[in-house]
């Protein structure tokens, strides 16, 4: 048990949990690294690029240095150049949109679906123009996007599809594993993720081998020999340390994806007075997060960190809304199912390692405290 569980509290993430059951295999990794003298793009990187396309049942992994780089790279080996548009969705946070603008185009924002969360294929058509090039589509808290449904709208366009598959190592869309369902697909492994390192990293997975090779000139200054660039690129590397963590990680994935779920069955069944997630029949969601919803958040959220629960909003001011974005002109009501989830979701603890007698606890003390708050604000 952490130090956090033992206190009595209930922290929304636990990363020395996954390090204490992993300790044996990191540090033999990490000492593997250290020992062999090669710190960049060695071959624990060659390594574990093999084996997450395996795993992704993609053809290709393209290791990058984090899951922004990966956004960024993936449109720009698609074809993203300066002046194109990118459609995707503004209830994901900023990187993505900053990925979107690094590459040079422009964001336009479609609404999202208002169960799933993801973007919602039956609007794409009407925001397409002459300039769009690529539909960002996020499989957002886990939850994998209506891949068919958007290339029904994208594909007699010759519009070309990029996941981003951040919250969503191992999460499946009619049997088949995100990351091999677009065009190119991005990875971030932040810390925090299903599958993270100790530090940043990410990967750009394709079935296109001419994407992959555009990717990796790209991630190395177009190199394709050393210090001859026959493109120009940038400096994106995964490197050794995070490659050889990322390979352990990865053999336990899938087992630490199914007690996300079991966590995330336990709370389904538990919680009242709130609205927990919906899960669309063809998808097999890895719940990097689990979003409930509730008409009173702030107050619940403030109640339960007086009870020592962590929590979280992801995200609460939508793409479209911040300062950053204002070159695009949308205001409020731009984005109504977007705008309307930020001031209702709160993310509860969710991690492989949370205890099951905690995850009851938590649910007990939500269903108590959303009465409580609705009773108080009736």
């Known amino acids: 048990m952490s130090d956090l ?38 071959q624990e990187h060659e390594a574990f690029e093999r084996e997450f396309a395996a795993y992704c049942e993609a053809e290709h992994a393209v290791g990058v240095a984090n899951g ?60 397409i123009t002459p300039r769009t090039k690529v539909v960002l589509a996020i499989h957002l808290f886990g939850h ?16 070309k599809l990029l996941e981003d598959c951040a919250q969503a190592h191992g999460a499946r869309y009619k049997g ?43 991630r190395g200054y177009g190199w394709r020999k050393q210090y001859f660039s026959e493109s120009h690129g940038f400096n994106s590397r ?22 996300r779920r079991r966590r995330a069955a336990i709370y389904d069944e538990a919680l009242k007075g709130v609205m927990t997630p919906t899960t669309a029949t063809w998808a097999s969601p890895v719940y990097h ?10 107050a619940l959220r403030e109640a339960l960190g007086e009870a020592g629960i962590g929590t979280g909003v992801h995200y609460p001011l939508p793409s479209h809304l911040q300062p950053a974005c204002a070159d695009l002109g949308l205001g409020e009501g731009a984005m109504p199912v ?20 905690q995850v009851e606890r938590v649910a007990q003390i939500v269903s108590r405290l959303a009465g409580e708050v609705s009773a108080t604000h009736a």
């Open 338 to 357: 977007t705008e309307a989830l930020a001031g209702r979701i709160l993310s509860l603890p969710m991690y492989p390692e949370l205890p099951i007698e």
């Open 289 to 298: 997060l689990y979003v409930i919803e509730t008409d009173r958040r702030d």
């Open 144 to 159: 994998p996007i209506d891949v068919d449904a958007i290339r029904a709208v994208t594909g007699p366009r010759g519009i």
């Open 238 to 259: 995964l490197d050794e340390m995070q490659a050889a963590i990322l390979r352990v990680k990865l053999r336990h994935l899938d087992v630490a994806n199914e007690e």
């Open 68 to 127: 922004t780089d990966a956004i960024r790279i993936g449109l720009q080996a698609l074809g993203v150049e300066r002046g194109d548009e990118v459609i995707t969705v503004a209830n994901v946070g900023m990187p993505p949109v900053a990925a979107v603008k690094e590459a040079g185009s422009t964001p336009i924002f479609v609404d999202v679906d208002a169960a799933t969360r993801n973007i919602d294929p039956a609007l794409i058509a009407a925001a």
């Open 176 to 218: 088949r594993r995100v990351g091999s369902l677009g065009d190119a697909a991005a990875f971030s492994f932040y810390p925090t993720k299903n599958l993270g390192a100790y530090g940043d990293g990410g990967c750009v997975t394709t079935n296109d081998a001419d994407v992959a090779d555009r990717a990796r000139l790209l």
């Open 5 to 42: 569980a033992a206190s009595g509290r209930v922290p929304i993430f636990d990363l020395k949990a996954q390090y204490a059951e992993l300790k044996s295999e990191l540090d033999e990794a990490v000492l593997r690294v250290m020992a062999g003298g090669w710190y960049i793009q060695g």
